[in-house]
Every structure is written in structure tokens, then in C-alpha cells.
């Protein structure tokens, strides 16, 4: 009897000590990376897209095309549907589809892009609420740090990838006759034709970059934007000025660092509803409505959606203490937006002949205001403009894609309703000197469009 409780005691013994090993065998093997994986999948999204080629020796404009199937990676930056990715999976497609990796598909429409930055924003109408990624910082990235894609590679949905950081501040130097990449993460985690607009994640599953290209030829180099300068980027995607005409006036800048995000305010739009809610430079957005507030993009997604007169919360901190202010949104008028930083439009010394030298010179273009009878702008946002009349061959707006007949309604950020109004903008040496471009809006008969103008060309 005794016997038999040995034994009994030592196979319960033997089965506690199996189930040990299994139970730190399967710990071992649910790393940091199998983790970091599980969570993030869920806001990442393939994209497939659909468009029309014509051969390059067509020269009947009725001619039919070839359909051409693409495919591209997007991340989930709201959850109500607002997802970036690269602006040349979107280019000129006819149709987009987005596939989630719950298996739920859905139809996309394109809302705004950069073509120079090649970043772009879709939309879906998601059945029930999205993952939202989680955001990191590339103000403290190691070369050597370990990292991960996912993607659509090669088609094959929700791939993963692992390697380093191999290197940093990359340049990528005319990758085709219209894009050139600066500033980029070098990695070799495989990119694949399809991971483009993809995430970039650390081991805590953050997203610290978008993966934008590959080093044709080479194997494992790929490249990504850092997330720090794509959030910069995407928050004037989505700005409310240009999805829902809206405004809030509030001028504020991130600062990441390995401390953490901060939204710090910089002053406000005269007159605006940042000006009447009564926020100063200095204070800290901390949240709007529910949504917590890292950065830019963050305070522009938390306003998606509200009309002009509705009010949100928003909490913030002044001098160590956290206050409220009620915000109310407002509508967005272009022409108030040339009194930001200044009590007026301020002529300078040049007379009309010299300062339309200045624009052509600078810009490449030959400009006139709308007559008050003209009504191009009728029934638009938009309380008036400039026609564009000439533009000079390879300058800066034939490069950026101003034509002939394009009715310029805004430069930077402030409303073009004069030729005053653009000698104002170059003006602006914070404008001109630091960033060497310009944002340009336009509309082209009725259609509104915008794009950027390269102020490095000689």
C-alpha cells in the first residue's frame, strides 16, 4: 500500500514537473516581438487598389485601358475609419478595398494626400470601432535596435517581418522622376513590394516609422519614414480646415523626445474660437472630449466630426495645473487667416510691377486678382482669389502642378485674395528660410485641390 502511494506521489511529481516545463517552454517562446505582433496586427490594414494603365503610345484620349491591380499597407490612426498610408498606393487608382485581419472588407475612398511627402489618408466605414495604433517616438531611435513591418507583402496579407535599425537620416535622392525621400530609417526588416504605407514598430509595439521604399537590386534595405515626421505631415491631412471646413484657430507644436509626446501651444488665431476659449503659449492639450492628446493629429481627429457651433472640453494644463476650457468650434473662413501673427496685411516697398517680377521670379507665376463680378468662388468656402494667367516652364509651380486658369485661394496658411496677400506669405522668412516649400490651395474650375510648391529650385 505504501508502495503504491510512492509511486502515485512520484507520477504526480513527474506530470507537475512536465507541465513546468511546458507552461517556461511556451513563456520562452511568447517573446517580446510574438507580443508586440498580437497587438498591433489589429491596426494594420491591407489595401487593394484598382486602376485603369494606357500604353504609353495612346493618343486617342477615348482609348480603353488595361485594369491594373495594386496592393499597399495602411495604418489605423482613428477608429472611426481614418487610416494613412503612401500617397503612390492611392495614386490615380479607380478604386480601393481594405481588408482587416478580423477578414471584414471594405470599400475606401482617398480624402487628402501630399505628394511630395508621399503620405496620404483614406477613409472606410467601419461597422463597429477600429484598433487604433499605438504611437511612438523617432526621437530616440538606436541603430541596432530591434524592429518589425507588417504588411501586404507581395499580396500576402498581414506579414511579418523582423531585423534592425540598421542606420539613420537617409537620403534617397530622385527613387523616380517626381520623388525623392529625406531623413528616412534604414532597416533591414524585409520590405516587399505591398508594404508600402505599413507600420514600423519597436518591441513594445509602438509604430516608429512607415515603411516607404525599397533599395531595388539589394536585399534586406528598406526604408521608412520617422513617425515624428509623418505625425507632422498627416496632422495637416486631417486637418478640419481642409476635411469639414471648420476652424479652431489653436497654433501649436509636438515635442517628442524620450520623455514622452506633448501638444504645447504657441498662440492662437485672432479672433479665433482657440483665441476665445482663452488658451496661451505655454499650455500643455492634454485631452479633448474622451480622446487623449499626444500631438497635432490627435487634437485634429478629436474635432472629425463636429460641426461649426458645437462645443468640446478640453483639458489642459498651465504652470503645473490642469484647467478646462469649453471650445467651440467654428466655420472656417479662409479670409480671416491673413491676420494670423499679424494686425494686417503690410505692403511693402515694391510697386505693383516689381512685386509681380518678385512672384514670377520666386514662384514662376503671372497672377490677377478675381473681379467682384467673377463668381468662381460663389457657392465655395472661398470669398475670393487669384487667376493664375502665366506659368513659367519648369519653375516652381509648373513643378509643384499649378496650371494656366487655376484660381490660387491660399498660401501656407493664410487666404490669397489680393497680390498683397502672397507678398505677405513670402514675407515670411520662417516660411521661406526654414521649411523650403509652400502649401498652395486652388481651385481648378470647381473642383478644390492642393499640393506643395518646392522653394529649394533655383
Not at 490594414?45 to 496592393?71: A, C, L, Q, W
Not at 496650371?403 to 498660401?411: A, E, H, N, S
Amino acid at each position: 500500500m505504501n508502495m503504491r502511494k510512492s509511486s502515485l506521489a512520484f507520477a504526480t511529481l513527474v506530470a507537475a514537473v512536465l507541465c513546468c516545463s511546458v507552461a517556461q517552454a511556451e513563456s520562452r517562446r511568447e517573446t517580446p516581438l510574438v507580443k508586440a505582433v498580437r497587438n498591433a496586427r489589429t491596426a494594420v490594414v491591407n489595401i487593394h487598389s484598382e486602376k485603369t494603365s494606357y500604353s504609353s503610345d495612346t493618343v486617342f484620349p477615348n482609348s480603353k485601358g488595361r485594369k491594373v491591380n495594386g496592393m499597399g499597407t495602411g495604418i489605423v490612426i482613428d477608429e472611426r475609419g481614418y487610416i494613412v498610408t503612401n500617397y503612390h498606393v492611392v495614386e490615380g487608382v479607380d478604386s480601393l478595398r481594405v481588408s482587416l485581419v478580423d477578414g471584414g472588407q471594405y470599400a475606401a475612398r482617398t480624402l487628402s494626400y501630399d505628394r511630395k511627402q508621399d503620405l496620404a489618408i483614406i477613409k472606410i466605414e467601419p461597422t463597429k470601432p477600429l484598433s487604433v495604433m499605438k504611437l511612438g517616438t523617432s526621437s530616440d531611435l538606436m541603430p541596432g535596435e530591434t524592429v518589425f513591418a507588417v504588411g501586404n507583402a507581395f499580396g500576402y496579407e498581414h506579414t511579418i517581418t523582423s531585423g534592425i535599425i540598421s542606420a539613420l537620416s537617409r537620403d534617397l535622392e530622385e527613387v523616380n522622376e517626381t520623388q525623392s525621400y529625406y531623413n528616412l530609417i534604414q532597416t533591414d526588416a524585409s520590405i516587399n513590394p505591398g508594404n508600402s504605407g505599413g507600420p514600423l514598430l519597436n518591441l513594445d509595439g509602438e509604430v516608429i516609422g512607415v515603411n516607404v521604399a525599397i533599395r531595388a537590386g539589394a536585399q534586406r534595405i528598406g526604408f521608412a519614414i520617422p513617425i515624428d515626421d509623418a505625425r507632422k505631415i498627416i496632422a495637416n491631412l486631417i486637418s478640419v480646415n481642409q476635411l469639414e471646413q471648420t476652424q479652431h484657430g489653436l497654433l501649436a507644436d509636438d515635442q517628442k523626445n524620450t520623455e514622452g509626446c506633448k501638444l504645447i501651444v504657441q498662440g492662437t488665431m485672432s479672433d479665433s474660437p482657440a483665441s476665445l476659449a482663452g488658451f496661451k503659449k505655454g499650455d500643455v492639450i492634454v485631452k479633448v472630449g474622451e480622446i487623449d492628446v499626444s500631438d497635432r493629429v490627435d487634437f485634429e481627429r478629436s474635432l472629425l466630426g463636429k460641426k461649426a457651433g458645437d462645443q468640446v472640453s478640453v483639458t489642459f494644463e498651465r504652470e503645473g495645473e490642469q484647467q478646462t476650457a469649453q471650445l467651440q468650434v467654428g466655420k472656417f473662413d479662409p479670409t480671416n487667416v491673413v491676420r494670423v501673427n499679424a494686425p494686417a496685411v503690410v505692403r511693402g516697398n515694391n510697386d505693383s510691377d516689381s512685386l509681380s517680377d518678385r512672384i514670377w521670379k520666386i514662384l514662376g507665376v503671372r497672377i490677377l486678382p478675381l473681379e467682384e463680378n467673377q463668381t468662381v468662388t460663389k457657392g465655395t468656402i472661398y470669398e475670393g482669389g487669384l487667376r493664375v494667367i502665366q506659368v513659367k516652364a519648369g519653375g516652381v509651380a509648373a513643378r509643384g502642378g499649378i496650371q494656366t486658369g487655376d484660381i490660387i485661394v491660399g498660401l501656407h496658411r493664410w487666404a490669397t485674395v489680393s497680390v498683397d496677400n502672397v507678398e505677405y506669405v513670402l514675407d515670411q522668412s520662417d516660411v521661406i528660410e526654414k521649411t523650403k516649400s509652400l502649401r498652395f490651395y486652388i481651385l481648378r474650375g470647381r473642383q478644390p485641390l492642393h499640393g506643395e510648391l518646392d522653394l529649394s529650385i533655383e
